[in-house]
């Protein structure tokens, strides 16, 4: 038994070369998109070299572009998940009003139809910003997932040191830093907090409740496994933080970006992203998933929400 896969999944966030312009105030197209573009048939044969099916959480803006929305298609098309991740990507979602959130998660989900032509029921905020009332829309509009907390630190401290250091104002978007105590596996959250664990049962006023699928950290330490660090750092870096999920057999939640397997960009208003060339970030990635897949068994996000849903065995303990 000890030795059976473990049911987890793996989340792309389609974020392109227009939404890393707008983390840093600058505006632009939705195309031409030299990371969406390049990103996406690398994920398609990627994910077909290991037979894997994953999430991809969309941003409803892409489809106004023919090009992209052929690429979309494509990804439907090899069985993988659309997913919703609203329709302009604001920076900063829980501080808008509830008809502004709702617009954006209806706008969203419009978009993923004209593609699937079924409405889609996953949801991830744009970085990592949830809150109460949002997963009370995605409730009542009969989501089962939302896949919006980070059980980190991390990101929070990051976020208060640069504001320290470069004076500029704090920024009030992202993760909390009370989420490291966010559980580290999939949780029913309570009604009335985004990150803290309530029953199935108090979500009765809808007829599905909402599962939070939160995108794993290293258990103990909270320390993100995602690629984002792991191919910043190499896999010096990823294999204790992989290991230790292992040790505590979780289901994990593995999040990439599409900018991981893009072209080199090198516009000099993306620092952040220039760094390791294609080819290392590819041969990262492979190396990753060969040992991943040997211990996980990598379904759809919306998939993994069904056997928590359905309550299987395997999963039950988590809850
Ligand atoms: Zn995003």
Request: proline letters at 7%; glycine letters at 6%.
């Amino acid at each position: 038994m000890n030795a059976a896969k473990i049911i987890s999944t793996i989340q792309v966030d389609l974020d392109g070369l227009w939404t890393n312009l707008q983390y840093y105030g600058y505006e632009s197209d939705v195309s031409p998109d030299a990371i969406f573009e390049t990103a996406i048939p690398r994920y398609i044969d990627l994910f077909k070299e290991f037979n894997i099916k994953a999430t991809f959480f969309v941003i409803g803006k892409d489809t106004e572009d023919p090009k992209k929305k052929a690429l979309l298609q494509r990804l439907h098309e090899e069985g993988h998940e659309l997913a919703n991740h609203t329709y302009t990507h604001p920076f900063g979602l829980r501080k808008l009003t509830k008809e502004q959130k709702l617009q954006e998660i209806e706008k969203g989900e419009k978009a993923i139809i004209s593609i699937t032509g079924k409405k889609p029921l996953g949801f991830k905020s744009p970085g990592y910003d949830v809150d109460p009332e949002t997963q009370q829309i995605l409730r009542e509009k009969g989501y089962i997932y939302d896949s919006s907390v980070i059980p980190t630190f991390v990101y929070p401290i990051i976020m208060r040191i640069n504001s320290f250091v470069t004076g500029s104002a704090k920024r009030t978007h992202g993760p909390k830093l009370h989420w490291f105590l966010a559980p580290n596996s999939p949780y029913f959250p309570a009604v009335d907090s985004e990150w803290k664990k309530g029953k199935k049962m108090e979500q009765s006023s809808v007829s599905i409740p909402l599962l939070e699928i939160p995108c794993t950290t290293m258990p103990f330490f909270k320390i993100p496994i995602h690629a984002t660090f792991a191919l910043k750092f190499g896999m010096l870096y990823f294999l204790p933080t992989y290991f230790a999920t292992r040790i505590v057999r979780i289901p994990i939640n593995y999040e990439l970006h599409a900018a991981d397997l893009a072209d080199v960009i090198s516009d000099p208003r993306l620092g952040h992203l220039v760094g390791m060339p294609l080819e290392r970030r590819m041969s990262l990635c492979r190396k990753m998933l060969k040992i991943m897949t040997k211990h996980h068994h990598f379904v759809t996000s919306i998939e993994l929400a069904k056997t928590f849903n359905r309550g299987d065995k395997e999963q039950i303990r988590w809850l």
